[in-house]
């Protein structure tokens, strides 16, 4: 399994509308090909800043079927205009778990 991280600073005043942006987009993510989880984490030392974290079976269901597809641009649609800055976005995968 592929983990997105999704490093997003968002203007200030902005969080609750980028919240309900992004719980208004998660119908987008569970129906893309190979998404098995959501989640949204709020950086409580800096209350401009999300992770958002998405749980992928394979890095070409996030990288080409979902990047390349129309529920993608509805997703930048619905938070985008938010962004502070472009968001910063790395893949990882687990090598050790207990």
């Not at 119908?27 to 090909?33: E, I, T, V």
């Not at 974290?53 to 129309?70: A, C, N, P």
Request: glycine share 6%; with cysteine; charged share 25%.
């Amino acid at each position: 399994m592929i983990r997105e991280m999704a490093h997003i600073t968002v203007k200030p005043g902005t969080q609750a509308d980028f919240e309900a942006g992004v719980r208004q987009a998660l119908p987008l993510f569970h129906r893309a090909r190979g998404c098995k989880r959501v989640e949204l984490h709020h950086i409580i030392e800096n209350p401009q800043q999300y992770v958002l974290m998405v749980y992928w079976e394979t890095l070409d269901d996030h990288m080409v079927h979902f990047r390349q597809s129309e529920d993608f641009q509805a997703w930048r649609g619905l938070v985008g205009g938010f962004f502070e800055k472009a968001p910063e976005v790395v893949h990882s995968e687990v090598t050790i778990e207990e």
